[in-house]
């Protein structure tokens, strides 16, 4: 079957560390890859996009790899912030589909 | 920057009942999109909207969902009869392009009694 896997458990760091969340996905080809930030009782925001051909991604802090070999993408947040805190959403489009499917998150708590 | 727009930010009703949800996405946008998340849960595609039909939908979108697209601007979600597990977070959703990235709205907070 079709699965977006995150980390369910929640990631507690210290401020000024690096975050990795991690995402694998099982019996999907997707051109793409997106990373979305969600707050509590807010709507998915968008933070980046990768595609297939790309290894790796960077916007100022943040830093995206996806290896199609592996099926896997990780999230990076560098110099971490209480800000930061924060439910981080992996998701795809499935190839030749409409939707954006989203994986179940990774909550991330960045203490200070 | 534009925003996709969701009224009203909370809506409580007796199972049952027909609710419309609303939505005013981007307006230069050309693919709308609603998602639903129950509480503690993930986000889930409901239906896709393109050319002003659907163009996929998920297997919770029965005959109890609609959608509509009235006027060129607004983007309607219509439950018929309400049922308890119907209670969720209702995120409308808009794009540019289909290999773009989801700009969505602050969701509608249905609850049903």
């Known amino acids: 079957s079709q699965k977006i896997e995150q980390n369910s458990e929640a990631l507690n760091i210290q401020e000024g560390k690096t975050a990795t969340l991690t995402c694998n996905y099982t019996?999907?080809?997707?051109?793409?890859l997106q990373w979305y930030r969600q707050d509590p009782g807010r709507g998915p925001v968008f933070l980046l996009l990768?595609?297939?051909?790309?290894k790796e991604k960077r916007k100022e802090r943040l830093k995206v790899t996806f290896d199609t070999t592996l099926k896997q993408s990780l999230f990076h947040i560098t110099a971490s912030q209480p800000a930061d805190s924060a439910t981080y959403l992996c998701?795809?489009?499935?190839?030749?589909?409409?939707?954006?499917?989203f994986g179940a998150g990774t909550r991330l708590f960045v203490k200070a | 920057e534009p925003e996709v727009t969701q009224t009203p930010s909370h809506q409580v009703t007796q199972m049952g009942q027909e609710v419309i949800l609303r939505c005013v996405p981007i307006?230069?946008?050309?693919?709308f999109y609603w998602y639903r998340q129950i509480l503690g849960q993930k986000v889930e595609f409901l239906v896709s909207?393109?050319?002003?039909?659907?163009?996929?939908k998920s297997e919770i979108f029965d005959d109890q969902f609609s959608v509509e697209r009235p006027d060129g601007s607004n983007f309607t979600l219509k439950i018929r009869s309400t049922k308890l597990e119907d209670s969720a977070m209702y995120f409308c959703?808009?794009?540019?392009?289909?290999?773009?990235?989801?700009?969505f709205g602050s969701g509608t907070q249905l609850s049903v009694l």
């Open positions: 998701a795809l489009v499935p190839t030749g589909g409409f939707k954006t499917i």
């Open positions: 019996n999907y080809s997707p051109a793409y």
């Open positions: 990768i595609r297939e051909n790309e």
């Open positions: 307006s230069n946008h050309l693919y």
């Open positions: 909207f393109y050319n002003n039909e659907i163009s996929e």
């Open positions: 959703a808009s794009m540019t392009d289909i290999n773009e990235k989801l700009f």
